[in-house]
């Protein structure tokens, strides 16, 4: 069983900057192909971005590509995701999540984790 705790949310205004962080325990960190997902209220959870095993790929959704970056740090079992230039319609609770994914060589798309974290609040005034 793996624990995920998602923590570095909060307000910033809109141009601002924050970084997202998912420690994860539990499990062995490095099997895991690692996500972001938001959901804002009222609508759809959606995946935000996708990282592998081994950080040998990425994958984005088209609203945040070139302003979000994510990374791991598989040493410290955890996973982050640097978003820049936030805008308001970024506000939403952000998820990590994991799914067992052996293959550095390919994403795992659709995304359908295994295990989700509890979630961290980003909220972007305008």
């Known amino acids: 069983q793996v624990q995920l705790v998602e923590s570095g949310g909060g307000l910033v205004q809109a141009g601002g900057s924050l970084r997202l962080s998912c420690a994860a325990s539990?499990?062995?960190?490095?099997?895991?192909?690692m996500g972001w997902f938001r959901q804002a209220p009222g609508k759809e959870r959606e995946l935000v971005a996708l990282?592998?095993?081994?950080?040998?790929?990425?994958y984005y959704t088209d609203s945040v590509r070139g302003r979000f970056i994510i990374s791991r740090d598989n040493a410290k079992n955890t996973v982050y995701l640097q978003m820049n230039s936030l805008k308001p319609e970024d506000t939403a609770a952000y998820y990590c999540?994991?799914?067992?994914?052996?293959?550095?060589?390919?994403?795992?798309?659709?995304?359908?984790?295994?295990?989700w974290g509890q979630g961290t609040q980003v909220t972007v005034s305008s």
């Open positions: 990282i592998t095993r081994i950080s040998s790929g990425t």
């Open positions: 539990g499990g062995t960190f490095s099997t895991y192909a």
């Open positions: 999540a994991a799914r067992y994914y052996i293959s550095s060589a390919t994403l795992p798309l659709p995304f359908r984790p295994d295990y």
